[in-house]
């Protein structure tokens, strides 16, 4: 029988710093304060940040060295393994290599503790007491209150109310861990308010939710809002997967010719793919990075490239950026974490650039990858996850019909197991594919604000 092979590094291969693609992207367009019209300051951040995570968000260098604290509660899971699906090779028949970098290890089941630990470590350090969150599906929402807990500290998440009534084990998760959860629109904020009262029946955005965390922000001092994906330090967090599994694939004594990511807010597919571009922008080997989002929320694929504000109450600064804009809501897909109306800058500029490609791909279809990918593997993958494998099953068949061996890596980001409930929907066939029809593209984009380009 041909099972899969591991390839698993140790503790004292932990990554002693995170990357930053800054350093090798050619020079960003800055964050604009709305209200001067300019450039936002440190100023300006602090109402939000840290001065250590302000220092990462804005700098130039090219890594930041990983705090020893946040290093020790890495090693709880870190380093993660990566497979070669020598199985799923197999059931393709095809001659490609197939490896996958697997988050699932971690205590909350998925990648997003490299940052929510960062930060929470950060903020503690600053005297904040509450960290307030958003989430779509539940993965970051259950990281920081994972953290919070680790570091004495309360947490408050606002979920987005499709997700929070699709997957209440998250929400139990996170509620085990002592964090208040709230459906998001709610009645506890001016931004949620004002939703239900234009639309009692609002299914929720993560703009909302946003917007919701940040007003709680605001109206406590004790408090510290968490960005779970998309800002610069959060990708740089994340590259903590990538330089792994540059080690990890030194140890296959092998390179990926591929390298695929979903893609919602962009700190996954930054996590994986940024040291590996990192390394080709600086002369080294050629790779295809590719970027997978849901057709029900294109922000890569269908949407601007402008400046936009990251919440749909337009409480944050604006980012020139892939949008869908601001007010933009998706069809209730299961892939809550990939509903995001924008995404990272550094992930948007990477794709502007040319090193980076889009691809959009069917709910049901994903979930199809998903099953082959247990059947084969054994790993139930979360729904966002499926994404990255859909395209990683799909460039294996593309071997297998031009005769050619390559290598693929995919970021399998997280398990699948508190999303039981959309894999039922899906073997009942009530799961849909989630069209997004050009009126609700349209009044999307309509939100997006005039502003000159600096």
Not at 63 to 86: C, D, G, K, L, S
Not at 160 to 181: I, W
Not at 435 to 449: E, K, R, T, Y
Request: proline share 7%; aromatic share 8%; glycine share 8%.
């Amino acid at each position: 029988m041909i099972n899969r092979v591991r390839y698993q590094l140790t503790e004292a291969d932990i990554p002693q710093t995170w990357y930053n693609l800054a350093a090798d992207l050619p020079d960003m367009a800055p964050p604009i304060n709305p209200r001067t019209g300019q450039p936002i300051t440190r100023e300006d951040m602090k109402r939000t940040m840290p001065d250590a995570l302000i220092e990462q968000e804005l700098s130039k260098e090219r890594e930041f060295e990983i705090p020893e604290p946040v290093r020790q509660v890495y090693a709880q899971w870190r380093p993660t393994p990566m497979f070669r699906a020598r199985r799923l090779e197999q059931a393709l028949g095809t001659p490609a290599r197939i490896y996958y970098k697997y988050e699932g290890d971690a205590p909350t089941g998925s990648f997003k503790p490299n940052s929510a630990i960062a930060q929470a470590y950060y903020n503690k350090e600053a005297g904040k007491t509450l960290l307030v969150a958003d989430t779509g599906a539940g993965q970051w929402g259950s990281a920081v209150a994972f953290a919070a807990k680790l570091f004495d500290m309360s947490a408050k998440v606002y979920q987005v109310k499709v997700s929070y009534q699709q997957n209440p084990h998250r929400r139990a998760l996170m509620e085990t861990f002592g964090a208040t959860c709230v459906p998001s629109p709610s009645t506890e904020t001016e931004a949620g308010r004002a939703i239900l009262a234009e639309n009692p029946d609002h299914p929720g955005s993560l703009g909302v939710a946003k917007s919701e965390a940040l007003q709680t922000v605001f109206d406590n001092p004790e408090a510290a809002y968490t960005r779970g994906s998309a800002s610069n330090h959060v990708c740089a967090h994340q590259t903590v997967i990538g330089q792994e599994a540059i080690r990890q694939m030194e140890l296959a004594e092998d390179y990926p010719d591929i390298v695929i990511g979903c893609s919602g807010g962009g700190s996954n597919l930054a996590g994986l793919s940024f040291p590996f571009l990192g390394a080709k922008l600086r002369g080294g080997r050629d790779l295809r990075i590719v970027a997978v989002e849901p057709v029900a929320c294109p922000t890569l694929t269908r949407g601007r490239i402008a400046y936009d504000y990251a919440d749909s109450g337009g409480l944050t600064p604006l980012y020139r950026m892939h949008t869908l804009g601001h007010t933009f809501v998706p069809p209730p897909v299961h892939a809550g974490g990939l509903r995001a109306h924008g995404i990272a800058p550094l992930v948007s500029r990477a794709v502007e650039e040319g090193h980076i490609e889009a691809v959009a791909v069917t709910q049901t279809s994903c979930f199809e990858a998903g099953v082959q990918f247990l059947h084969a593997e054994g790993i139930l993958p979360a729904p966002e996850s499926t994404h990255a494998v859909r395209v990683a099953i799909d460039e294996a068949i593309r071997c297998r019909e031009e005769g050619e061996s390559r290598a693929i890596l995919f970021g399998l980001t997280g398990h699948g197991y508190f999303n039981l409930s959309a894999y039922e929907r899906y073997f009942a066939g009530t799961l849909p594919d989630d069209a997004l029809s050009d009126d609700v593209l349209d009044h999307g984009l309509a939100s997006i604000p005039e502003l000159a380009l600096v």
